[in-house]
């Protein structure tokens, strides 16, 4: 059975940074896409970044772009978010989740509970 887990957040002043790790078990995390997602109180989840499994490939929400950065270390199985320059609107739990490829399709794979970032202003 997948587990993620993530970790890394804390509480964080306006500008400060955080790095965020999600590590899995029962999974290989180079031959999936990995993703980091955010939700906040009474608003849905949504996309933050991914990473793609051959190529490394990184995507970004444009509201993130120039200030995070998704990358893996294949060799701790281990997939960051490094985020700079953080605002307080961007207090939320941070999930991380995988794609995996079934009948043609990248399909999503399970979540992870999910860690806290807080910053205050």
């Known amino acids: 059975q997948v587990r993620l887990v993530e970790s890394g957040g804390g509480l964080v002043q306006a500008g400060g940074s955080l790095r965020l790790l999600c590590a899995p078990s029962g999974l290989t995390f180079s031959r999936h896409h990995v993703g980091w997602f955010r939700q906040a109180p009474g608003r849905d989840r949504e996309f933050v970044a991914t990473?793609?499994?051959?190529?490394?490939?990184?995507y970004y929400a444009e509201s993130v772009k120039g200030r995070f950065t998704i990358s893996r270390d294949n060799g701790k199985n281990t997939v960051y978010l490094q985020m700079n320059n953080l605002k307080p609107e961007e207090t939320a739990v941070y999930y991380c989740?995988?794609?995996?490829?079934?009948?043609?399709?990248?399909?999503?794979?399970?979540w992870g509970q999910g860690t806290q970032v807080t910053v205050s202003s």
């Open positions: 989740t995988y794609w995996f490829r079934a009948l043609g399709k990248e399909r999503p794979g399970s």
């Open positions: 990473i793609r499994r051959n190529d490394d490939t990184t």
